[in-house]
């Protein structure tokens, strides 16, 4: 399994980027998929998960209200779109999944996921 993120950048407070994840070796619609990012110095924080069902849960009101997750089975890619970015979103984003369909209440505690990809970097000024 292998996933890779690409889609980061700089980009000004106010503004979006759509960050994606597309996976190999691995049919990512049936099992859960997540978002994460870091902050050097801090502790890796869930964003969201999307499960097999496409349900979707957010971290917290203020990624709900801004960030969209989605996927696209046809290109095994999972996205993270973010509107509305502030400064406090840099981060490093990671994507992660693990070897279930459903994703857990505690979905964001990081000993859940099997796999990561190597992150894309997002800088908001």
């Known amino acids: 399994v292998q996933l890779v993120e690409s889609g980061g950048g700089s980009v000004q407070a106010g503004g979006s980027l759509r960050l994606s994840c597309v996976a190999s070796?691995?049919?990512?619609?049936?099992?859960?998929m997540a978002w994460f990012r870091q902050v050097p110095g801090k502790e890796r924080e869930g964003v969201g998960v999307i499960n097999a069902a496409g349900t979707i849960t957010y971290r917290s009101d203020s990624m709900k209200d801004r960030f969209t997750i989605f996927r696209d089975t046809a290109k095994n890619t999972v996205y993270l779109q973010m509107n509305s970015l502030k400064p406090e979103d840099t981060a490093m984003y990671y994507c992660a999944t693990r070897d279930r369909g459903t994703c857990g209440s505690n979905w964001y505690a990081l000993s859940r996921w099997t796999y990561w990809g190597q992150g894309t970097q997002v800088t908001v000024s």
């Open positions: 070796g691995y049919t990512l619609s049936r099992y859960c």
